[in-house]
Nanobody
Framework: QVQLVESGGGLVQAGGSLRLSCAAS????????MAWYRQAPGKQREWVAS???????NYADSVKGRFTISRDNAKNTVYLQMNSLKPEDTAVYYC????????????WGQGTQVTVSS
């Protein structure tokens, strides 16, 4: 069982920055794909960014060039640096951990609120 604990959310003005962190328990972090998702009020949860165990990174078009995902395997932590924030970035941000060894797994954190004021 893996537990994911997000932190770093808050209220920020448009154009500002926040850094989210997600600390994972367990020993599978280094071989897992880590991702960030977000869910705005009244909308479906959407994928934001992923970082694979290989280091390969993908971003949603809506955040490309503004957000940076990174991981520190020694600390079992994944980060999301968010710059040039917009009001439309307001959402609950969720950390996700998934993989397929030794069996398939998919874990979620409890979420952290990010609010961007105009």
């Amino acid at each position: 069982q893996v537990q994911l604990v997000e932190s770093g959310g808050g209220l920020v003005q448009a154009g500002g920055s926040l850094r989210l962190s997600c600390a994972a328990s367990g020993s599978i972090f280094s071989i897992s794909t880590m991702a960030w998702y977000r869910q705005a009020p009244g909308k479906q949860r959407e994928w934001v960014a992923s970082i694979y165990d290989s280091g390969r990174i993908n971003y949603a078009d809506s955040v490309k060039g503004r957000f940076t995902i990174s991981r520190d395997n020694a600390k079992n932590t994944v980060y999301l640096q968010m710059n040039s924030l917009k009001p439309e970035d307001t959402a609950v941000y969720y950390c996700n951990c998934w993989g397929s060894y030794p069996t398939s797994y998919d874990y979620w954190g409890q979420g952290t609120q990010v609010t961007v004021s105009s």
